[in-house]
């Protein structure tokens, strides 16, 4: 499961990049690709049972992130950026919204607005060439052979056609279960899910004179913002990839705690940015907690309980007997274990009981 990066030259999409994975971004030579990396899922319920368990092992998530070539003119008219993205399970879109005469822009001003539009525009038109071209195969192959798969296809097309036209995304097109089989291979971008990160200046996201009014510009532009989200069924944040920079050269959680404390922010963008990733993938996270270990892992949301055990080892999976459940919320209310067993919220679930996020899991099994 993989969350493409992507953006106009100098979004500093490359910086948010560098900060999630930890990796280095050299300059390439030759035609730009697309650079793998994997970042770890930041998530305060972890961080708690690390603190309450004190195990001799962590192990966070991770989530599979890629930066993409940067969205100008001549990778857009090469198409080659396309079917980079066409590999990508979700997006996470990087908008430029911070103002720094010593940074060009490709457009002469900053206007976050226009650069979404322009971008969310430029995948739509992907998806529409797409699905004309697919309309013209599929009606030169009837004309041979009357086939009725494709009928069915030819008459999908055209409404995804005449959807398209009116600029809207395919994540507003809604498909029945036989309608989906007949599309699943096909490279349509704006059925992923997307995350739109707006990356603002220093000023706009941190405490400027001590006041309550702190972040008042970066909510602003979150709520501007909001409509087009909505009508275009995508998530919005805010990060400024400055302060993420100086807040991951810190040494210590307590450390970055502070500083986050200081300049007036609850939690770190990478956190939120993170959480959205995992939601774009349709993933929850799950916890196994002790002594030894406490681990964080990743399923599909919707998933039983078999799944998750199966995401832990195959063995599991396949001797499932039982698992028994703890609520995160409930056991930092009870503080402990045993004080949750004496209250009787300790749960043994079956076969047929559905994850959910952030619930703790010990899987009673045989094989």
């Known amino acids: 499961m993989k969350v493409g990066i992507i953006g106009l030259p100098q979004t500093g999409k490359k910086t948010l990049f560098q900060i999630l994975t930890g990796s280095e971004v050299k300059e390439q ?10 970042a770890e899922i930041l998530d305060t319920r972890f961080d708690r049972m690390v603190a309450m368990y004190s195990p001799k092992k962590e192990v966070r998530a991770r989530v599979d992130l890629v930066l993409l070539p940067k969205m100008e003119q001549e990778n ?118 997307m995350i739109i990160a707006l990356n603002v200046a220093e000023d706009d996201i941190t405490l400027k004179d001590g006041s309550n009014n702190n972040q008042s510009n970066s909510h ?9 989200c909505e009508s275009n069924k995508m998530a919005a944040m805010v990060v400024s990839a400055k302060v993420e920079s100086e807040i991951a050269l810190l040494e210590s959680e307590d450390e970055k705690t502070e500083f986050l404390k200081d300049i007036g922010i609850e939690e770190s963008a990478l956190k939120v940015l993170t ?20 681990r964080q892992w990743l399923v599909r949301r919707g998933s039983l309980a078999p799944v998750a055990a199966g995401v832990i080892h195959s063995d599991l999976q396949r001797g499932f007997i039982r698992a028994e459940v703890i609520k995160y919320d409930e056991l930092i209310s009870y503080g402990s274990e045993a004080e949750l067993k004496k209250a009787g919220k300790f749960y043994v679930q079956g076969k047929d009981y559905i994850v959910e996020d952030g619930d703790i899991l010990n899987i009673r099994f045989k094989v």
């Open 76 to 193: 857009i008219s090469k198409g080659d950026i396309f079917r980079d993205i066409a590999d990508m399970d979700a997006i996470c879109h990087v908008v430029r919204a911070f103002e720094d005469d010593a940074i060009y822009h490709s457009a002469g001003s900053i206007d976050p607005f226009r650069d979404a539009s322009m971008v969310n525009g430029e995948l739509i038109m992907h998806d529409q060439i797409f699905v004309e071209k697919r309309i013209e195969r599929i009606e030169q192959l009837i004309k041979k052979k009357k086939d009725e798969e494709q009928q069915k296809e030819l008459v999908l097309m055209k409404k995804m056609l005449e959807h398209l036209e009116q600029e809207k995304p395919l994540r507003l097109f809604e498909l029945v279960p036989e309608e989906e089989r007949l599309i699943r291979s096909y490279p349509l971008i704006t059925r992923k899910e």
């Open 29 to 38: 030579s030759g035609p730009p690709k697309p650079l793998p990396g994997t």
């Open 220 to 228: 602003e532009l979150l709520e501007k913002f909001k409509d087009i």
């Open 275 to 294: 959480r959205l990733c995992l939601n774009a993938l349709g993933l929850i996270s799950f916890l196994t907690v002790g002594a030894d270990e406490v």
